[in-house]
T-cell receptor, first 114, second 112 residues
Framework: AQSVSQHNHHVILSEAASLELGCNYSYGGTVNLFWYVQYPGQHLQLLLKYFSGDPLVKGIKGFEAEFIKSKFSFNLRKPSVQWSDTAEYFCAVSSTSNTGKLIFGQGTTLQVKP | DTEVTQTPKHLVMGMTNKKSLKCEQHMGHRAMYWYKQKAKKPPELMFVYSYEKLSINESVPSRFSPECPNSSLLNLHLHALQPEDSALYLC???????????FGPGTRLTVT
């Protein structure tokens, strides 16, 4: 069965620090990969996605992620975080064959101190 | 317009009540979804509709009954819920079942 693992449950950073959130998935087939963000009191928003092509994808608000197929990983990065990046971050995976089913990781709470 | 709207924003219902949650999108998407999200947890898929037909039911109890009247609307009918069903119910849509999903703000449901 598909599963998604986010290793960091709670991350605390100071403003301007660099961010990397880990995401690993378990599935043998071809997958689509996503990072979603949920700001306090707001709805889930898509940060970025990977379907195919260049494994380094850029999203909104300066975020990027790199798909490493050999490591089944899709880590999220940002060179310099801001206080406004405080939020819950979810990695998600869908199989290109088991369509419609989006599997989420447990989420990472990011707290950025001003 | 990448907006999915949901009504109501909040709902409090007793265990004997019947209520419905509504979801609407005008992006021309042909796949729509219901998720349940508990506090500090990821969304859990409940149902998937594709071209107005139910394609996935994640073994959801029958007290939750989905309906897709047309390609823009998705309802979730609730009946005889339990207190443990209290959660944030999220609707999402995508171009088709392969595409990225856009989420609505959710309905905060409390069952008393």
């Amino acid at each position: 069965a598909q599963s998604v693992s986010q290793h960091n449950h709670h991350v605390i950073l100071s403003e301007a620090a660099s961010l990397e959130l880990g995401c690993n998935y378990s599935y043998g087939g071809t997958v689509n990969l996503f990072w979603y963000v949920q700001y306090p009191g707001q709805h889930l928003q898509l940060l970025l996605k990977y379907f195919s092509g260049d494994p380094l994808v850029k999203g909104i608000k300066g975020f990027e992620a790199e798909f490493i197929k050999s490591k089944f990983s899709f880590n999220l990065r940002k060179p310099s975080v801001q206080w406004s990046d405080t939020a819950e971050y979810f990695c998600a995976v869908s199989s290109t064959s088991n369509t419609g089913k989006l599997i989420f990781g447990q989420g990472t709470t990011l707290q950025v101190k001003p | 317009d990448t907006e999915v709207t949901q009504t109501p924003k909040h709902l409090v219902m007793g265990m004997t009540n019947k209520k419905s949650l509504k979801c609407e999108q005008h992006m021309g998407h042909r796949a729509m979804y219901w998720y349940k999200q508990k506090a500090k947890k990821p969304p859990e898929l409940m149902f998937v509709y594709s071209y107005e037909k139910l394609s996935i039911n994640e073994s959801v109890p029958s007290r939750f009954s989905p309906e897709c009247p047309n390609s823009s609307l998705l309802n979730l009918h609730l009946h005889a819920l339990q207190p443990e069903d209290s959660a944030l119910y999220l609707c999402a849509s995508s171009q088709d079942r392969h595409g990225e999903q856009y989420f609505g703000p959710g309905t905060r449901l409390t069952v008393t």
